[in-house]
């Protein structure tokens, strides 16, 4: 199985702050990593696909980069309504998640 | 506009079965990779089961958690997928979501990646 390991679990920002979140897969993926917002136990939204690929719709704020092992999800400039939980997602074999990063904006 | 509405969830006892049923709108439901996911309170999302479009043969997949425990199906016809939960244990306790899941290609290499999500419905099993 591929364990996807996040990093921060939670984080604390201002409004306009750029932030980043990171994921670390346990064998070499490629870029086969979607990133995803959760607000409130809702349905995840789609933000990225291919690691960097912005899906329609989602601001361009958001963005990704990586490749192989070792993947960032940034928001260039933090707004409130992007107090949410982020989950980095592999889907080269199965699918499977990182534990989350709960973003509060302050 | 893409919709999926999941239903049947409750409280159930351990050992006895549920189905989960997941209607779809908007879209070519046949055409499409069905999913379902699961997130127990306060933790992550974890994947079930999924069933491939019939154009690909159907195929069925299950996580090693609810492996001959859980059977996904799904009727074109009425554009729903069902989750046939048996055998039900209290860690199965959590929300559970359906998905859409297409191809996602990079040159001649294609993994299922899935874009819409239901609301989902809470299942939990406790005596």
């Known amino acids: 199985d591929i364990q996807m390991t996040q990093s921060p679990s939670t984080l604390s920002a201002s409004v306009g702050d750029r932030v980043s979140i990171t994921c670390r897969a346990s064998q070499d993926i490629g870029t086969w990593v979607a990133w995803y917002q959760q607000k409130s136990g809702k349905a995840p939204k789609l933000l990225i696909y291919k690691a960097s690929s912005l899906q329609s719709g989602v601001p361009s704020r958001f963005s990704g980069t990586g490749s192989g092992t070792d993947f960032t999800l940034t928001i260039s400039s933090l707004q409130p309504v992007d107090s949410a939980t982020y989950y980095c997602?592999?889907?080269?074999?199965?699918?499977?998640f990182g534990q989350g990063t709960k973003v509060e904006v302050k | 506009e893409v919709g999926l509405v999941e239903s049947g969830g409750g409280l159930e006892q351990p050992g006895r079965s549920l189905r989960l049923s997941c209607e779809a709108s908007?879209?070519?439901?046949?055409?499409?990779?069905v999913s379902w996911f699961r997130q127990a309170p306060g933790k992550g999302l974890e994947w079930v089961s999924s069933i491939r479009s019939k154009a690909y043969g159907g195929t069925k997949e299950y996580a090693a958690s609810v492996k001959d425990r859980f059977i996904i199906s799904r009727d074109d016809s009425k554009n729903f997928a069902y989750l046939h939960m048996n055998s039900l244990k209290t860690e199965d306790t959590a929300k559970y979501f359906c998905s859409r899941g297409y191809f996602d290609y990079i040159g001649g290499s294609y993994r299922t990646l899935f874009d819409y999500w239901g609301q989902g419905t809470l299942v939990t099993v406790s005596s």
């Open positions: 997602q592999q889907y080269n074999f199965y699918w499977a």
């Open positions: 908007g879209f070519t439901f046949g055409d499409y990779t």
